[in-house]
């Protein structure tokens, strides 16, 4: 089946600063989508960017599926920004079925 | 607009004895997937049900089984339980079993002792 690496598996800013994480997935996809993990373990969508980029609020998310990576950008982070971070794709043949990566665990220092 | 409901969202079982999971799919949605997740991984898919049938399955054993209502509305059962089946199992709902954004709720929180 298709394999999903994020990078890093950790992360730990200091408010303010900005991040950059990754998804790289080993073929072809129908569908990616970025979740932040509450920690009450709800999954908040954040994109659904299968291709191109988006941006929402001080988040923004880039996948080229060309090349199979996608980036999700933090900028001006901020202690709620805390969390698990996945990144989760549906191969072409896949059908409707979420392979998620083993997540970065992100920690915003006050 | 009512997003992706389950219950219960914590519970305690014993070795052996069987849980049912229930999920109610956010408004407008008529596919329900299943996932389990482990603490400190990534969820992993159990199956998806669409028009109250079973689509596609993951890699779990025959204990793991699953009901779709005609309201779309859907139950994951588990028998035979064991402690490694203590897990976050979460409910995700979409339109359609091809491809599409998915939604997930909130999550049942199932210790085996």
């Known amino acids: 089946g298709i394999q999903v690496e994020q990078s890093p598996p950790d992360l730990i800013l200091q408010e303010g600063a900005n991040s950059t994480l990754r998804c790289n997935f080993s073929d072809s996809v129908n569908n990616l989508q970025w979740f932040h993990q509450n920690p009450w373990g709800q999954l908040i969508n954040l994109f659904y960017i299968p291709s191109g980029t988006k941006q929402n609020g001080r988040l923004s998310a880039t996948t080229v599926a060309t090349e199979r990576y996608s980036l999700l950008y933090i900028s001006s982070s901020q202690t709620t920004d805390s969390g698990v971070y996945f990144c989760?794709?549906?191969?072409?043949?896949?059908?409707?079925?979420?392979?998620f990566g083993g997540g970065t665990r992100v920690l915003v220092k006050p | 607009d009512a997003g992706v409901t389950q219950s219960p969202t914590h519970l305690i079982k014993t070795r052996g004895q069987q849980v049912t999971l229930r999920c109610s799919p956010k408004s407008g949605h008529d596919t329900v997937s299943w996932y389990q997740q482990a603490l400190g991984q990534g969820p992993q898919f159990i199956f998806q049900?669409?028009?109250?049938?079973?689509?596609q399955r993951g890699n779990f054993p025959d204990r793991f089984s699953g009901h779709q209502f005609p309201n779309y509305s859907s139950e994951l059962n588990v028998n035979a339980l064991l402690l490694g089946d203590s897990a976050l199992y979460l409910c995700?709902?979409?339109?359609?079993?091809?491809?599409?954004?998915?939604?997930f709720g909130e999550g049942s929180r199932l210790t085996v002792l």
């Open positions: 995700a709902s979409s339109r359609g079993a091809n491809t599409g954004e998915l939604f």
């Open positions: 049900y669409y028009e109250e049938e079973e689509r």
């Open positions: 989760a794709v549906e191969a072409s043949t896949a059908g409707n079925k979420l392979t």
